[in-house]
């Protein structure tokens, strides 16, 4: 009975996991600083991809649908400024940018739905990452007006180890209660390894009013990717009618205090 028992669970785990996001996709737009100092180089470079920040593995990315950066509440389109890169056989988007002026430099990007079979959907990641800049900090709490963005409710740069970062979640410019909100710490050296899937991808949920807090218990990048269904549909290449996984992403680095 006991061994019967324990082949149910088993198999309730397994299907659970497959019916799930078992591994999770994150839009990523990773800088090559997060503050940029007067001595620093003023050119950083930025890569937009589309992948798996615990495991590695990365997914095609095409050209976005639109990629810019916002900068005292004026948005500047870069799309044409992304140069094609491939990461381990996948297109992943590199931009040299310029900083120019002090303040804080929110990049974004829309990508172009991606179809994912193993969910049955389609899948649109709208990712931000805030770069503060010669030593003013203002606009990094500024809305962009994406189709579902994070509103970072913690300043997103400068944060240590064990900070926690909190943000609102918002769809069409509205705050979704109870969101959910995936998180995943950039495994970049791969020193990491998970003792069970729960461990891979961190899940919390946001409050009535739609905001969520998360305490980063390592230094490196951390992604944040809350996760809701598009008022509209596409059809998929069979021609059927399939909902899309609208994904609000963003990113904080964190440093160890030494
Ligand atoms: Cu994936």
Redesign the pocket.
Known sequence: MKRIGVVFVLLACFIFLCGSDA???FGGIVPSDDIITQEDDKAITLNVR???PMEG?Y?EMEKPVQFGVMLMGKKQDLINTLKQRKIEGFSTWDIVYKITRPGDYTFYVEPKPYW?PAEDCFIIHYTKVCVNALGLEEGWDEELGLETEIIPLTRPYGLWTGNVFTGVVKVKGQPVPYAEIEVEYYNEEGEINPSADPYITQVIKADKNGVFTYCMPKAGWWAFAALNEASWTMKDPDGNDKPIEIGAVYWVRTRDMK
Do not use: L, S
């Open positions: 591994i999770a996709h589309f992948f798996h593995g997914m994912e």
